[in-house]
């Protein structure tokens, strides 16, 4: 999605008109939630995606009404639709989807560059046309037409923003909900599209496992760091993928930064060093880290067990730890390793049980 976002600002910048198709809600097996979205130029060129890849076709046919001087409009396309089959949506679910022009009133440069800061943001948009705004960081950029309702979208769009959740608030009538006050405000149907800051993938031990495991990392999104107390092996040429390669010891590295971490960080260990291994994840378990894995076979995870034991760790926190790391795909070499490390991350951070599709029921996309 941030590649949508940055492509906008880019083409907005040069001038190139574009429109936006945003998922406002979604019911059943939706390919994605609300807040993806797509980008259609005014010479045909396309990025990003609505719904992997069923309703495209729809969503360009619309955007030319659009192009043409049509109004924002809402569309919905689901199975239970006439023209489901025919615009491709087959897979069970429903999406309502807004498609508007991105004009000079959506602030999108001020969107783009707290993305690339690595910030909190959020893009509030009306479903009924107008200007937009830009809300983190305690500073909001662009309007919605008036003070009173920028005020009370920016509230709101906090509020979401906090959560990370995106989709539709509704201000006027029950505008109190969100900090403002009834009658103040006209009532109006806003889409907040959130972006909450990147997650961090901290890999300790630049090994060859660490390199495709910091560029799958980083293509999902993550701010990869990758540290070694060997120079050696701390070489950024190494990791193309990481946002930054450390020469330090792990347990120097924590006490340093350890206030980067939060509940969205995964922490990989992979240097099979007790004098390494040991340190890091002594840190690693006792602070808020939302995952902590480390490589090893077996006999390597019941000694390292024993030692974090003596260095005090208690059994709370030993619980925590995914050791041996990663989902058993019976994959082999690094690329096949760190697949299988980024799929538990996934989902560890998304609540998945790591099962085959085929011996589930219910809805394939969680609701």
């Not at 390597?300 to 030993?318: F, K, P, S």
């Amino acid at each position: 999605m941030r590649h949508v976002i940055d492509q906008a600002a880019a083409w907005q910048s040069s001038g190139t008109r574009c429109v936006m198709a945003t998922v406002v809600r979604t019911w059943g097996s939706a390919p994605h939630g609300p807040g993806a979205s797509m980008l259609v130029a005014r010479d045909g060129r396309i990025v990003g995606s609505v719904s992997g890849g069923c309703v495209e076709a729809a969503v360009v046919a619309a955007a030319e009404e659009v192009f043409a001087g049509g109004p924002p409009v809402v569309e919905r396309w689901g199975v239970g639709d006439e023209d489901a089959f025919a615009v491709g949506l087959t897979c069970g679910g429903t999406i309502e989807v807004l498609i508007r022009e991105v004009g000079p009133r959506v602030p999108l440069d001020r969107l783009s560059a707290d993305l690339a800061a690595g910030a909190p943001v959020a893009l509030v948009t009306p479903l009924d046309g107008g200007g937009s705004l830009a809300v983190g960081r305690g500073e909001v950029s662009g309007s919605l037409g008036g003070a009173a309702v920028d005020r009370a979208a920016a509230l709101a769009a906090e509020g979401m923003l906090g959560r990370g959740a995106s989709g539709l608030v509704t201000l006027g009538e029950g505008a109190e909900r969100h900090g403002g006050h009834p009658g103040c405000v006209p009532e109006r149907r806003l889409l907040v599209q959130s972006f909450a800051a990147r997650p961090r993938l901290l890999v300790f031990g630049a090994t060859e496992f660490a390199r495709p495991l910091a560029a799958f990392g980083a293509a999902l999104g993550h701010r990869v760091t990758v540290c070694d107390a060997r120079p050696a092996f701390a070489d950024p040429g190494r990791f193309p993928g990481a946002e930054e390669v450390v020469a330090d010891r792990p347990d120097r590295w924590f006490r340093a930064h350890g206030d980067l971490v939060d509940g969205t960080t995964a922490v990989c260990v992979l240097t099979h060093d007790p004098r390494f291994d040991v340190p890091a994840l002594t840190h690693a378990l006792r602070g808020p880290a939302g995952y902590v894995g480390a490589m090893g076979s077996r006999r390597t995870h019941e000694d390292r067990m024993a030692r974090l034991r003596a260095a005090g760790v208690g059994e709370d926190r030993l619980a925590g730890l995914r050791s041996p790391i990663g989902l058993d795909l019976g994959g082999r070499g690094p690329e096949e390793t760190a697949l299988s490390v980024l799929a538990e991350i996934v989902a560890v951070r998304r609540g998945g049980t790591g099962l085959p599709l085929t011996v589930g029921t219910g809805p394939v996309h969680a609701l």
